[in-house]
C-alpha cells in the first residue's frame, strides 16, 4: 500500500514557476514509475510528466515540454514536478500517480488527493 501527498500548488502569474512535490509512504517509490496527471474543470484528466527509474525513461507531454521537469529523490521518496512559464492553461488539479506497467499505461494503483494551481493575473 502506497501513500501519496500532493503539495506545492497555489496561485500564480502566467510566466511564473511552482514546484509540485509528491511524497510517498507506505512504500519506497523506487519500484515504482511515477506520473503526474492534471484535470481542468470540464476536461478530461491528462497525463502530464512520468519518470521510469527502472528503465530510465520520462515523458512529457508535449505541451509542457522545454517547461515542465519531472525528478525523484528516492531517499526522500518524493517526485517533483518543476513547472516554469507557466500558461494560463496549465490551470488544473495536479495528481501523482503510481504503476508498476511503465509509464504508458491504462494502470495505475495509488493517487495523490490533489492539489490545485491556479495561473492568472
Known amino acids: 500500500q502506497v501513500q501519496l501527498v500532493e503539495s506545492g500548488g497555489g496561485l500564480v502569474q502566467p510566466g511564473g514557476s511552482l514546484r509540485l512535490s509528491c511524497a510517498a509512504s507506505?512504500?519506497?517509490?523506487?519500484?515504482?514509475?511515477i506520473g503526474w496527471f492534471r484535470q481542468a474543470p470540464g476536461k478530461e484528466r491528462e497525463g502530464v510528466a512520468c519518470?521510469?527509474?527502472?528503465?530510465?525513461?520520462?515523458f512529457l507531454l508535449d505541451s509542457v515540454k522545454g517547461r515542465f521537469t519531472i525528478s525523484r529523490d528516492n531517499a526522500k521518496n518524493t517526485v517533483y514536478l518543476q513547472m516554469n512559464s507557466l500558461k494560463p492553461e496549465d490551470a488544473a488539479v495536479y495528481y501523482c500517480a503510481t504503476t508498476e506497467f511503465g509509464c504508458y499505461s491504462a494502470s495505475w494503483d495509488y493517487w495523490g488527493q490533489g492539489t490545485q494551481v491556479t495561473v492568472s493575473s
Open positions: 507506505g512504500s519506497g517509490l523506487d519500484y515504482y514509475d
Open positions: 519518470n521510469s527509474s527502472r528503465v530510465g525513461s520520462t
